[in-house]
Nanobody, 128 residues
Framework: QVQLVESGGGLVQAGGSLRLSCAAS????????VGWFRQAPGKEREFVAA???????????YYTDSVKGRFTISRDNAKNAVYLQMNSLKPEDTAIYYC??????????????????WGHGTQVAVSS
């Protein structure tokens, strides 16, 4: 079992930055693919970013088009944590952000159903 706890959300003005953290316990994340998803009010959950497991494909990264160049996903194996650095935030980035982990080896890291473990989310609000 993997337990995931997100932190770092908050209220920020458009153009600002936030760094979300996802602390894992129970298992080391090095053998898991990890991802960030978000869900805005009244909308479906959507993929934001993902990072392959450390021993596969050099930890390839994946981003949805709307965040490319603004968001960066990374992991710290020593801290067993994953991060999402969010720069140049826009009001449309407002959502609850969820961290997720998967031991699935299909490579479908953009798909929510791939993930076995989810955190409870952290709220991000971007004012215009």
């Amino acid at each position: 079992q993997v337990q995931l706890v997100e932190s770092g959300g908050g209220l920020v003005q458009a153009g600002g930055s936030l760094r979300l953290s996802c602390a894992a316990s129970g298992r080391t994340l090095t053998s898991y693919g990890v991802g960030w998803f978000r869900q805005a009010p009244g909308k479906e959950r959507e993929f934001v970013a993902a990072l392959g497991w450390s021993s596969w494909s050099g930890s390839s990264t994946y981003y949805t088009d709307s965040v490319k160049g603004r968001f960066t996903i990374s992991r710290d194996n020593a801290k067993n944590a994953v991060y999402l650095q969010m720069n140049s935030l826009k009001p449309e980035d407002t959502a609850i952000y969820y961290c997720a982990a998967t031991d699935d080896r299909s490579g479908r890291l953009r798909v929510g159903d791939t993930y076995n473990y989810w955190g409870h989310g952290t709220q991000v609000a971007v004012s215009s």
